[in-house]
């Protein structure tokens, strides 16, 4: 399996303030993918990040508030805007198919919490 | 919407007794199929993926996909306590995609 490396891996932030995460694999990958985990909850889709192109975002998600970039095809961040309690959740990069066959792995995730 | 069902339990069994953790989705053409498994604190990690109907086996975990009753299951066998955790079900887009829709997770806690 890849080894995906997320950082950082906790934090705490300030309301107001913007994050970003970055995530690197010790391979390249055609997509990566950025999932949310708000406390007690199961992982829902941000975006898709693709090399050379604009990310993919789900509904309910929008650039201005999540932009990320795709630089190479072992990295990516996410960064998360204008935070507010909300937004505290575990935001975890996952890669797919081009490296591991047909699975989805994830990195340990980044921790924030909004205050 | 893509929904994926999961009993959000907690389901609590004894030591060494079978675990059976259910799954329904419901998008029809959906590909490819997955369980994680998430301890407290951790991120998910991958234990079982199974892409055709039946059984398919890895050690003491069993997955089971039904795509005509759209059902996908997990079953633990001699659990242990070191199996307590969330257990997600995610399943793959139509078309093979590596975009997952995750269910809400069944915890499980496996007692001594």
């Known amino acids: 399996s890849a080894v995906i490396s997320q950082k950082p891996s906790r934090d705490i932030c300030q309301r107001g303030t913007s994050l970003t995460i970055q995530c690197q694999v010790d391979?390249?990958?055609?997509?990566m993918f950025w999932y949310r985990q708000q406390p007690g909850q199961s992982l829902t889709l941000i975006a898709t990040a693709n090399q050379g192109s604009e990310a993919t975002y789900e509904s309910g998600f929008v650039i201005d508030k999540f932009p990320i970039s795709r630089p190479n095809l072992t990295f990516s961040t996410l960064t998360v805007s204008n935070m507010s309690p909300e937004d505290s959740s575990i935001y975890l990069c996952?890669?797919?198919?081009?490296?591991?066959?047909?699975?989805?792995?994830f990195g340990e995730g980044s921790w924030l919490t909004v205050v | 919407q893509k929904e994926v069902e999961q009993n959000s339990g907690p389901l609590s069994v004894p030591e060494g007794a079978i675990a059976s953790l259910n799954c329904t989705y419901s998008?029809?053409?959906?590909?490819?199929f997955f369980w994680y498994r998430q301890y407290s604190g951790k991120s998910p990690e991958l234990i079982m993926s199974i892409y055709s109907n039946g059984d398919k086996e890895d050690g003491r975990f069993t997955a089971q996909l039904n795509k005509a009753s759209q059902y996908v299951s997990l079953l633990i066998r001699d659990s242990q306590p070191s199996d307590s955790a969330t257990y997600l079900c995610a399943v793959g887009s139509q078309g093979g995609s590596e975009k997952l829709v995750f269910g809400k997770g069944t915890k499980l806690t496996v007692n001594p």
């Open positions: 391979s390249q990958v055609t997509m």
């Open positions: 998008d029809r053409g959906s590909q490819s």
């Open positions: 996952s890669v797919g198919p081009s490296v591991t066959g047909n699975t989805i792995y």
